[in-house]
Nanobody, 119 residues
Framework: QVQLVESGGGLVQAGGSLRLSCAAS????????MGWYRQPPGKQREMVAI???????TYADAVKGRFTISRDNAKNTVYLQMNSLKSEDTAVYYC?????????????WGTGTLVTVSS
């Protein structure tokens, strides 16, 4: 129902910054919330940040004060500004969109963008 394409990943030194982008297409009017999740090597996927349609944000404890999620509704795009990056932030970052279609909640996922933080 919704297609998501992430971009902006790359290699950065510890203490540096990156901004990830996620462009949504398809049935975008069904989206209730969007977010970023990540999967470090050998670990499970975990929530990083979520932003609802009303602008309410939620952050994982590990990134509070360092990461900021935002949306540009005109461009159907969500961003993740990552500052003060640590080696522990190294992961594949996935964009997520939660949709409601005929009463069913569904999660839509991008294919991921790799962030590598060196120290």
């Amino acid at each position: 129902q919704v297609q998501l394409v992430e971009s902006g990943g790359g290699l950065v030194q510890a203490g540096g910054s990156l901004r990830l982008s996620c462009a949504a297409s398809g049935n975008i009017f069904t989206i209730n919330a969007m977010g970023w999740y990540r999967q470090p090597p050998g670990k499970q996927r975990e929530m990083v940040a979520i932003i609802g349609n009303g602008g309410t944000t939620t952050y994982a404890d590990a990134v509070k004060g360092r990461f900021t999620i935002s949306r540009d509704n005109a461009k159907n795009t969500v961003y993740l500004q990552m500052n003060s990056l640590k080696s522990e932030d190294t992961a594949v970052y996935y964009c997520n969109a939660r949709t409601v279609i005929t009463g069913l909640d569904m999660d839509n996922w991008g294919t991921g963008t790799l962030v590598t933080v060196s120290s």
